[in-house]
């Protein structure tokens, strides 16, 4: 017998409230999700509409693969391991969310902006984790990209 979606999320979200964070040691990978159930979708749409903890924004345009191997590995490390790609019409990708332990992290590629950017954004209630997410990922990025690339909006 397979697992409902609903159970799945239930299982995530229980997760946030008594887990930790993984260490390096204990690296998960992230991993595409089934199609979302509505609720879970009115649930991302209003934790959306919430401010994040944390935003960054990446000011060089660099192949969107780069960018999601980097928040593939920092997501998955703070347990945020499941995604889904959004796509337009003619098949680019927009962005990707990610969802686990009752945070959402989205990229979004605003490349049809001037200038172009790529925007990494973490919602969520739990605002140590906020923190740590967002130290680990400009890190990361830092790493990556060069300093000169990456804006911090400090919303920690």
Not at 60 to 76: I, M, Q, Y
Not at 141 to 147: A, S, T, V
Request: glycine residues 10%; charged residues 25%.
């Amino acid at each position: 017998m397979k697992p409902s979606r609903y159970f799945l999320l239930l299982v995530l979200a229980t997760n946030v409230c008594f887990g930790q964070a993984s260490s390096p040691s204990q690296e998960k990978t992230v991993h595409p999700l089934p199609p979302l159930s509505d609720s879970t979708w009115r649930w991302v749409s209003a934790t959306r509409a919430k401010e994040p903890l944390s935003v960054i924004t990446i000011t060089n345009v660099v192949s969107e693969d780069s960018v999601l191997t980097v928040t593939d590995r920092v997501n998955g490390r703070h347990g945020i391991d499941g995604f889904v790609d959004g796509y337009c019409g003619f098949g680019a990708r927009l962005g990707r969310d990610y969802l686990g332990r009752g945070s959402l992290v989205t990229v979004s590629f605003a490349w049809d902006q001037r200038p172009k950017r790529t925007i990494l954004s973490m919602y969520g209630t739990n605002a140590v984790a906020g923190e740590a997410w967002g130290r680990d990922i400009t890190k990361a990025l830092r790493e990556r990209f060069g300093d000169e690339s990456i804006e911090d909006k400090g919303k920690r």
